[in-house]
């Protein structure tokens, strides 16, 4: 995981969104050198990126043959898809679903799953950025 933010760090890249389910994606906000025992910080994201990532550096990603994919992924793909659109306190139902849409969904959706299917854990997410400005939630993937 540190290897592909390493890589970008070394293209100067700007305006990065990663959305990762794997395990251990939580060291992709760590940065490089980094044990599984230190805790994230902000000033680990550089700026301008944004980080949803399907599990924490110490755990391992969920897939249950129920579902098409992990948890993540199946909870992302029904957000990508328009389910996500003025879900949560972010949210407005304006035809655009923007990150943190995204992100409230899929926290909301691997919890209920996780629960249909009589799995246990946490299942929370990882969601980072390292500015202050809210606004970089209000992102949305359409092409320009």
Not at 19 to 30: F, K, S
Not at 122 to 131: G, P
Request: charged share 25%; proline share 2%.
């Amino acid at each position: 995981m540190s290897d592909v933010r390493l890589r970008l760090n070394e293209r100067k890249a700007l305006n990065v969104v990663i959305i990762a389910d794997a395990c251990h994606a939580g060291g992709l906000a760590m940065g490089r050198g980094l044990s599984m025992q230190q805790k994230f910080k902000p000033t680990n994201v550089p700026e301008g990126w944004l980080y949803l990532l399907g599990a924490r550096i110490d755990e391992k990603a969920l897939e249950h043959p129920a579902l098409r994919g992990g948890l993540f992924t199946t909870s992302l793909l029904e957000a990508m898809d328009g389910a996500a659109d003025g879900f949560g306190i972010l949210g407005a139902k304006d035809g655009v679903v923007t990150m943190g849409e995204i992100r409230e969904f899929v926290q909301a959706k691997m919890r209920e799953k996780a629960f249909q299917l009589h799995l246990t854990g946490s299942f929370d997410i990882e969601a980072h950025s390292n500015t202050a400005d809210k606004a970089i939630w209000e992102l949305d993937l359409r092409a320009k």
